[in-house]
């Protein structure tokens, strides 16, 4: 995997840009980058089983000529400054995840809603990037700081949200620090 892998797409929604305001706010000396990618490299849509091969997978995926193009702001180099270690979640649970860190807020600064309001974010969020098309998507995420955008503590989460009807990939990052 190397260039032509992916191209991004520019997709505008108020509920991408209420999702990177609130974070925004609450994660003050970090913050969340929201790319939506089409995928050209079919062998993308074919994302490992075992968990063995994830870590070459994400890795490939990653240290890509397009992802460092595309999201230069994670500062990518030649390698990942540690595995990846992205775990395969749910597309039932996606919403709650992505509502859980929107409320528990940064180091310094919280989500000043309800958990329900912040759920209902994650929700939204959701429901536009696949509606009700739950079994085409296959969600994976991490706690690990891979690249240099990241700060290395409590505060950092990536989702790598495949969508395999209609070839994309979401990719969500978040970081904060104290």
């Not at 994660?27 to 079919?42: A, E, P």
């Not at 870590?55 to 990518?76: A, C, G, H, M, Q």
Request: glycine share 4%; hydrophobic share 40%; charged share 25%.
């Amino acid at each position: 995997m190397s260039s032509n892998l992916v191209e991004v797409l520019e997709i505008n929604n108020p509920i991408i840009d209420r999702i990177k305001q609130t974070i925004t706010l609450t994660h003050v000396n970090g913050g969340i980058i929201i790319k939506c990618f089409k995928i050209n490299d079919t062998d993308l849509l074919n994302y490992p089983n075992m968990i063995e091969e994830h870590e070459r997978y994400f890795n490939k995926f990653f240290t890509s000529e397009d992802i460092k193009k595309t999201v230069p702001e994670l500062k990518i180099e030649e390698e990942l400054l540690c595995e990846t270690d992205f775990r395969r979640t749910s597309s039932f649970v996606l919403d709650g995840e992505l509502g859980e860190v929107i409320y528990n807020g940064g180091a310094y600064k919280y989500f000043y809603g309800t958990p329900k309001e912040a759920k209902k974010l994650g929700e939204q969020f959701c429901e536009f990037m696949f509606d009700d098309r739950f079994l085409d998507i296959i969600p994976f995420h991490t706690s690990n700081p891979y690249s240099a955008w990241f700060y290395d503590v409590a505060w950092d989460d990536t989702w790598f949200i495949l969508d395999t009807a209609l070839s994309r990939i979401w990719l969500i990052c978040i970081t904060d620090t104290d």
